[in-house]
């Protein structure tokens, strides 16, 4: 079964704290990327990354970092967080040329 | 600037009735057009798409019309049944390129 798998789901955590969110698929993709939502304004990409090694920001990538070490894994990093960097965030696989991305379930972070 | 909008943010029908959600875009770079589905506590789930090659495309309930002219889609669900009910989410994408452009989405409510 196709898998897009993020952890945490849930993290309440403080200004200033690195953290690092996790995504893994199994699909053999090369392409994936990281989105936000927030309320009003749908998802927007924050970073992607074509293949390993290869990453490329999005719209709204400051204070966000990525890493992609190897095919299936493509952290999400937070140096240094922030207020309004509490969101819900998703990982999404695949999309290339006219075939839909898939996503996992989600990770909502509060950052006090 | 919002390049892909929802403008209703939610709508209620009742249970075997049409429901039509719209969706439109400014970019006329865009070719390539999604409809996603969302659970709370959920990711987003792909529902249907269509190419700008084509007006519309058809998968068992669901319809996508799109007019290029007017940079209107719209997604038509006949007969609408109580688990439709989600938020659902347009996408676009340009041409070449990977990343999807979400509108802010509409809450689907199908009323039994």
């Known amino acids: 079964e196709a898998q897009v798998t993020q952890n945490p789901r849930y993290l309440i955590t403080v200004t200033g704290k690195k953290l690092t969110v996790t995504c893994s698929q199994n699909m053999n993709h090369e392409y994936m990327s990281w989105y936000r939502q927030d309320p009003g304004l749908g998802l927007r990409q924050i970073y992607y990354?074509?293949?390993?090694?290869?990453?490329d920001k999005g719209d709204v990538p400051e204070g966000y970092k990525v890493s992609r070490k190897e095919k299936r894994n493509f952290p999400l990093i937070l140096e240094s967080p922030s207020p309004n960097q509490t969101s819900l965030y998703f990982c999404?696989?695949?999309?290339?040329?006219?075939?839909?991305?898939?996503f996992g379930d989600g990770t909502r972070l509060s950052i006090l | 600037d919002q390049q892909v909008k929802q403008n209703s943010p939610s709508l209620s029908v009742q249970e075997g009735r049409i429901s039509i959600l719209n969706c439109d875009y400014t970019?006329?770079?865009?070719?390539?057009f999604l409809w996603y589905k969302k659970y709370p506590a959920e990711g987003p789930t792909f529902l249907i798409s269509?190419?700008?090659?084509?007006d519309k495309n058809e998968d068992g309930r669901f319809t996508v019309f799109l007019n290029k002219s007017a940079k209107h889609l719209s997604l038509h669900i006949v007969p609408s049944q109580p688990g439709d009910s989600a938020v659902y989410f347009c996408?676009?994408?340009?041409?070449?390129?990977?990343?999807?452009?979400f509108g802010t989405g509409t809450r689907l409510t199908v009323i039994p």
């Open positions: 990354s074509m293949n390993v090694e290869v990453t």
């Open positions: 996408a676009a994408r340009k041409t070449g390129a990977n990343n999807l452009f």
């Open positions: 999404g696989v695949g999309g290339y040329s006219n075939q839909p991305q898939h």
């Open positions: 970019n006329s770079m865009f070719d390539y």
């Open positions: 269509i190419s700008s090659i084509k």
